[in-house]
């Protein structure tokens, strides 16, 4: 999927101060791309991503998707493109604590309706989890998995409805370097051998150089 956008802005008013969150980005990710955006805090870059995965609509500008202009006025069509193309992580996990690991990976198939009874539901959940070197833990509770167990749960989840792009904001945050090395492989692999293309954030320059293409932004701008 690529994915463009042209002289987006996101604009906050702070009292009688217009604060631009985004100015003017220009940003192009092509077929089977891995782009870092890398910035310190408040640069922008975590903005940029909400934006283009349409949880968030700009001030100005336009995103492209496969080509096609997104629409954020339309709130039925951003919750189909967010269904079926677009998978998130989050530094937080954002797992839910009472279910077990594979069923939080389960529980975005019930929305997509592809899988349509709960076995194959499960299967599937049972293989993303497989995927991520977790098929010993499918009954495991959250609170029962160290933070990187944790994030491989959630980069399991995002895969559940085969999303076109991922898009990952600072997946490697809450976690210590070993354990986000770990992180960071995975998302090449899946980069690399199945074809998912990735948009990253990140405050970590020298990771993010490992992984591909890097774009830098400050005070919402690409430098």
Not at 183 to 205: A, P, W, Y
């Amino acid at each position: 999927m690529t994915v463009e956008t042209k002289e987006l802005s996101k604009y906050y008013w702070m009292g009688n101060e217009k604060v631009a969150a985004l100015d003017a980005v220009d940003m192009k990710v092509e077929e089977g791309g891995f782009i870092s955006v890398v910035g310190p805090s408040g640069s922008g870059k975590s903005t940029l991503l909400t934006v283009i995965g349409c949880l968030d609509a700009p001030t100005a500008g336009e995103v492209y998707l496969n080509g096609t202009r997104v629409d954020y006025r339309d709130k039925k069509s951003l919750v189909l493109l967010r269904r079926k193309f677009l998978g998130f992580v989050f530094q937080t996990f954002n797992l839910i604590p009472a279910m077990t690991a594979v069923e939080n990976v389960e529980y975005p198939m019930y929305f997509n309706k592809v899988l349509k009874t709960k076995s194959e539901r499960r299967a599937h959940a049972r293989k993303l989890l497989a995927m991520v070197g977790l098929e010993k833990r499918l009954e495991h509770l959250p609170s029962e998995l160290s933070g990187g167990e944790q994030q491989r749960i959630a980069i399991a989840r995002a895969l559940a409805n085969d999303p076109k792009l991922i898009l990952a904001d600072e997946p490697t945050g809450n976690l210590d370097s070993g354990t986000g090395k770990s992180i960071l492989d995975l998302l090449k692999r899946l980069n690399e051998e199945e074809g998912k293309n990735i948009v990253m954030v990140t405050h970590d320059l020298e990771s993010a150089k490992r992984m591909g293409k890097v774009i830098r932004i400050m005070d919402g701008r690409i430098q």
